[in-house]
């Protein structure tokens, strides 16, 4: 069964440097998403991105983030400047359509992002 | 705005015990409803799903989920627990937006 993979499974990084985490969605999906659990609590919505830009993004989803589709395979959420509370488990879905619509998001395993 | 709660931290079953978990939404039209599980160390798998038609939703590994309209509730049960059935459970709701809202999760023991 097409699963959605992320790379690197823990990325370890000095506190204000940047950091880009990956994920290939299913490849026949259109819409994609990061979302971020900070240890001992919920997932959270970070952006959801179609045809190419952001669709839809949290408060969480400041200037520090951004997101690109580099190429027909890959999506990347970058931070730019990176903080001790942004360690957490970010995780990246796809899904064949909207989440308006009636097809569910499926998720990767996540990258654990420790920040020193 | 959708909010999910699940008023359970942490469950304790037997194994071979029934199993429920609870799920409370709120939303303002009929949501799209979720349950994943959660490993320790992986990520989030579908379990099931709900958009519309019938209330009673079957899912893999055994698990069923009820949606019930008048109680807001969308709980997850199974007839009967496997070891292997020891995770992280999240209920979520979707819909009204891209991103789905999660509740906080419920750690599912299982007592030998």
């Known amino acids: 069964e097409p699963e959605v993979t992320q790379t690197p499974s823990h990325q370890v990084t000095q506190m204000g440097q940047e950091v880009i985490l990956r994920c290939v969605p299913i490849?026949?999906?259109?819409?994609f998403y990061w979302y971020r659990q900070i240890l001992g609590q919920k997932v959270e919505f970070l952006v959801s991105f179609y045809n190419n830009e952001i669709s839809e993004k949290s408060e969480i989803f400041d200037d520090q983030f951004s997101v690109e589709r580099p190429d027909g395979s890959n999506f990347t959420l970058k931070i730019r400047s990176t903080k001790l509370e942004d360690s957490a488990m970010y995780f990246c879905a796809s899904s064949e359509q909207g989440a308006r619509s009636n097809q569910p998001q499926h998720f990767g395993d996540g990258t654990r992002l420790s920040i020193l | 705005a959708q909010s999910v709660t699940q008023p359970d931290i942490h469950i304790t079953v037997s194994e071979g015990a029934s199993l429920e978990l609870r799920c409370n939404y709120s939303?303002?039209?009929?949501?799209?409803l979720f349950w994943y599980v959660q490993s320790p160390g992986q990520g989030l798998q579908l379990l099931l799903k709900y958009f519309s038609g019938d209330t009673l939703v079957q899912g893999i590994k055994g698990f069923e989920a009820e949606f019930k309209r008048s109680q807001s509730s969308f709980n997850l049960r199974k007839p009967s627990v496997h070891w292997s059935d020891a995770a992280e459970y999240f209920c979520?709701?979707?819909?009204?937006?891209?991103?789905?809202?999660f509740g906080k999760g419920t750690h599912l023991i299982i007592q030998p």
């Open positions: 979520a709701v979707g819909g009204g937006a891209d991103g789905l809202t």
């Open positions: 939303y303002g039209a009929t949501p799209y």
């Open positions: 490849s026949n999906h259109l819409y």
